[in-house]
């Protein structure tokens, strides 16, 4: 084999083994359950400790099934259709302490194949079709257990070297075929250790020979349902005799038999043995028992399951500890045969399906426990120090699933030390307007869900410092009651307010609760949960708000949830999916480890019957629509921003614009009140007046000018003025143009309008007058006087030349409309 064909060999294998096996710890522990498997894979590790390999298919245990598994001590082969088992079969198992048989059909059991395992103490050996004890088990030493149950066991005995079995302690012989116990089947059990349970239940018992038993000690023995009669048990327990037995367990599973009342002396037996403990259960309908108790006087534990104890039964017990009546049927809670029980400390009265008066239980003073649970108890008047006298010990009591208790001013008196209070589903009347527990401070636990409370009074809680746990689910509460009920409860870690119709919390509510960690309000009508934010609840760690009305929680709300929130319950709420809520969404898709079934947080939509999930939301369609509105927006703004700037640049020319519309729509209803308009700077005003305006103004006829400085319209803006009284008041325009003109913005607005007006009226009545010499460059700057001086005639000024007769003439031939301009050669 080459060293490829080895490679793929191993990755084979390999591959394998993980699809076979499951590694439930690397290297110690692994579970082949159910795959059919016919080989221990490869895979497994030799240093596995625990390896489950039950449901498959191994027929044969012989050496060679196992590899050497030095370290393997628990090995499950339970339903591994095998059938025999040869005798070294183990061999290479030798460390097993643990090895589980169940279920095989064994046909054939090599005689010294369980004695190679000589550390085993846990042997189960259940439905493997067992017709006896004798197995060859010499060098199992050890053994702690050995589970035989559901076999064809006839006789318990045990092969005689179990004697030595020093940590011997369970035999378990359930569902065998024992039917008779003589004396010599017993005697290994007897010289064993003083700690082993014995199991005999479900077997078809006959007959018991006397004294089989007599002086054996054991830690439990268990004979429910082992007699195949009621004579057979009446006789059986007589004959056990001089048993000494921690915990006897007898009764019945079945109905199989059925005890008669005439059967009134079949537990005299129990008087002859000696036990501590008793359970008595019968599963079928109850029996009438008057002096059931007479033989357990010694106990300290009795409990009584299914059996009918009739009014008035004696109960004279003298070392009672704990005593349990379970569906007992009582019409009545024997007070009076419980009274002076100075032993009892424990007392458990439930399921009586009878509607259970009360009678008062006084001078118990060790009673710590006293559980009334499920008993259809009635108790109209100061329940609990009228019903409890004299018990100062009491610390805990269920009174939950009764039908009413009543409270009165004396509240908990005497019950000082009370620390756990359950009252659930129980009416209890007066403790929503009084505080009735302010003496409990020691009080770790209050139940009282679904008591009919109407809770008023902000003290009902006044002085429980201790108080850990609080439940009081399906109540209701008056006002803004719940603002101040929890108040210095600062011991509180559990809060359990659901289904309470609660409508709003304010946050000061919790404010004092800085030890809470489990808050429930499910099944409310909350609809926002502002108060988690911020009543400071930093050791919160669950919140359940399922079943409200939520249909939003904001950002700041989400971030500002306790930091150590691990289940938070948001399911069933009428979540709003909108793009509006895409934080709490995302938030929701991003925290679903927290979040308690994030699956069932459905998106109420427009169709009711439509379930959508929250997590299923696309977010990224929310996400596309905001930009492409931010796009919008910013594109809105830059054309706004251009188009500012351009007007700002071109204001001159905007306005300009805007007067040439008006100016041409009102044109032609003016009428001409100047001779001209002059266009100057005012830097040349000196001219313009001691030339202009004194030669023309006063020459004859008169031309009336229009100076902006003297003719224009206060209060009228100077561009309205420019264009009502200079351009369209005067039949010319008169441009004194000089360096000053050139430079001033205003004087190049004025010509270029005149000269636009003018271009529109198809009129050339502009007359230029060169002042000084303006450079051509800063000349070529005003495009339109340029042009305007190349193509038309112009009146250039110097100090002598210019004549008033010239300037006459040429005044002359304004008049003269059809002329274009003088045409004058300087
Ligand atoms: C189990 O394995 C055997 C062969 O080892 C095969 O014949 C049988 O069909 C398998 N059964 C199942 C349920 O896979
Ligand atoms: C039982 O134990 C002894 C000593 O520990 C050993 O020599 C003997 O081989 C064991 N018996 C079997 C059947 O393995
Ligand atoms: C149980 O034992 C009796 C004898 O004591 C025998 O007749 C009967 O067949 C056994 N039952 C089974 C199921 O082995
Ligand atoms: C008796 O056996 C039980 C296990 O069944 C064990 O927990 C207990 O410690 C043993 N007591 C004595 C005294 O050996
Ligand atoms: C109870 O114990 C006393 C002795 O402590 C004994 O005399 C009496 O017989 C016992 N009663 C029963 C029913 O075991
Ligand atoms: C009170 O009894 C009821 C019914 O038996 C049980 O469910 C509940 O857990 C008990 N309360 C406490 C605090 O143990
Ligand atoms: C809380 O304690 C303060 C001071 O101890 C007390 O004045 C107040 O009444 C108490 N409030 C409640 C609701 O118990
Ligand atoms: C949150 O949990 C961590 C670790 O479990 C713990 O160290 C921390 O104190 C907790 N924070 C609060 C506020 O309880």
Redesign the pocket.
């Known amino acids: 084999m080459n060293i490829f064909t080895l490679i793929a060999f191993m990755v084979f294998f390999s591959i394998g083994a993980e699809e076979t096996c499951t590694k439930i710890t690397e290297n110690l522990h692994y579970s082949c359950m159910g795959r059919n498997l016919s080989y221990i894979p490869l895979s497994i590790p030799s240093s596995v400790q625990k390896l489950d390999f039950s449901f498959n298919v191994l027929k044969y245990l012989q050496k060679t099934v196992f590899p050497v598994l030095s370290f393997l001590h628990l090995l499950d082969l339970s339903r591994c259709y095998i059938k025999g088992i040869e005798n070294d079969a183990f061999y290479n198992v030798q460390n097993l302490t643990t090895l589980i048989l169940t279920g095989n059909p064994i046909t054939h059991i090599g005689p010294g194949c369980f004695n190679t395992l000589c550390n085993i103490q846990r042997l189960m050996l259940v439905d493997v079709g067992l017709t006896s004890l004798q197995l060859h088990m010499n060098n199992l030493t050890k053994l702690q257990e050995l589970k035989v149950g559901t076999n064809?066991i006839?006789f318990m005995t045990l092969p005689s070297f179990m004697s030595t079995f020093k940590d011997f302690t369970l035999l378990d012989l359930h569902a065998n075929?024992i039917?008779i116990i003589k004396n010599y089947h017993t005697v290994v059990l007897r010289e064993m250790s003083r700690n082993i349970t014995l199991i005999l239940s479900r077997n078809p018992l006959l007959h018991i020979e006397p004294g089989a038993f007599k002086g054996m000690y054991l830690r439990k023995l268990d004979i429910r349902s082992s007699f195949v009669s009621v004579a057979a048990q009446n006789v059986g327990l007589n004959a056990l005799y001089g048993l000494y037995v921690k915990r006897l367990i007898f009764g019945k599973f079945w109905d199989d038999y059925k005890i008669y009342l005439s059967d009134t002396d079949f537990l005299d037996g129990l008087c002859s043995i000696y036990f501590q403990e008793v359970y008595y259960f019968i599963k079928d309908k109850p029996n009438q028992q008057d002096n059931i108790f007479r033989c357990m006087i010694n106990a300290t534990n009795v409990s009584v399951k299914g059996v009918l104890i009739p009014n008035g039964a004696s109960m004279p017990f003298y070392k009672i500890k704990e005593l349990n009546l379970i569906s007992s049927h009582l019409d009545i809670l024997p007070g009076k045969q419980l009274s002076h029980l100075h032993t009892l400390e424990k007392l458990v009265i439930t399921h009586n399906n009878k509607v259970l008066g009360v009678e008062r239980l006084v001078d118990i003073p060790k009673l710590q426990y006293i559980d009334l649970s499920s008993n259809q108890i009635t108790w109209y008047f100061d329940c609990c120090p009228s019903l409890l006298i004299g018990t100062p010990q009491i610390r805990y009591l269920n009174l939950s699933l009764n039908l009413l208790v009543s409270l009165s001013d004396r509240g908990f008196e005497g019950l000082d030390y009370l620390e756990i209070l359950d009252f659930h589903h129980t009416r209890v009347v007066g403790i929503g307007f009084n505080s009735y527990l302010s003496n409990l401070k020691y009080l770790r636990y209050l139940d009282v869900s679904y008591s009919s409370i109407t809770f008023g009074n902000i003290y009902c809680f006044y002085g429980l410092s201790s108080l850990n746990v609080l439940k009081i689910a399906g109540n209701n509460f008056q006002r803004d009651v719940s603002r101040y009920i929890f108040n210095n409860l600062t011991s509180l870690e559990h809060l359990d307010m659901s289904y309470c119709r609660i409508v709003e919390l304010h946050p000061s509510s919790f404010k004092d609760l800085q030890r809470l960690q489990l808050l429930n309000l499910s099944g409310n009508k909350l609809m926002i949960l502002d108060f988690l934010a911020y009543s400071n609840l930093n050791k919160l760690t669950s919140v359940y708000v399922a079943k409200n009305s939520i249909t939003s929680i904001p950002l700041n709300v989400l971030q500002k949830l306790p930091t150590n929130l691990s289940v938070f319950d948001l399911s069933s709420n009428p979540i709003d999916c909108s793009c509006s809520q895409t934080d709490l969404i995302l938030w929701i898709i991003e925290n679903q480890k927290v979040l308690k079934e994030p699956n069932d947080i459905i998106c109420t939509m427009l169709s009711a019957n439509s379930d959508f999930r929250a997590t299923d939301f696309d977010v990224d369609r929310c996400v596309n629509k905001k930009r492409i509105t931010i796009i919008i927006l910013i594109c809105f703004l830059t054309v706004i921003v251009i188009l500012s700037i351009i007007v700002y640049r071109f204001q001159f020319y905007l306005q300009y614009c805007c007067i040439l519309l008006r100016g041409y729509r009102s044109a032609r209803q003016q009428e001409c009140s100047y001779d001209a308009f002059v266009i100057f700077s005012s830097y040349d005003e000196v001219w313009v007046m001691n030339e202009l305006v004194e030669n023309l103004e006063n020459g004859f006829p008169p031309i009336q000018l229009c100076l902006h400085m003297r003719d224009f319209q206060a209060g009228k803006s100077i561009t309205s003025n420019i264009i009502d009284e200079g351009i369209m008041g005067s039949r010319k325009v008169i441009v004194v143009v000089s360096q000053h003109f050139i430079e001033s913005a205003w004087c190049r607005f004025e010509f270029e309008l005149a000269q636009s007006w003018f271009v529109m009226e198809r009129n050339a009545n502009i007359i230029i007058i060169i002042l000084e010499d303006v450079e051509e460059k800063k000349m070529k700057k005003m495009i339109g006087l340029h042009k305007h001086l190349k193509t038309n005639t112009y009146l250039k000024w110097s100090r002598d030349t210019l004549s008033s007769e010239i300037l006459d003439s040429a005044a002359k031939s304004y008049y003269c409309r059809k002329t274009k301009i003088l045409h004058l050669n300087f």
């Open positions: 064809n006839q075929n039917s």
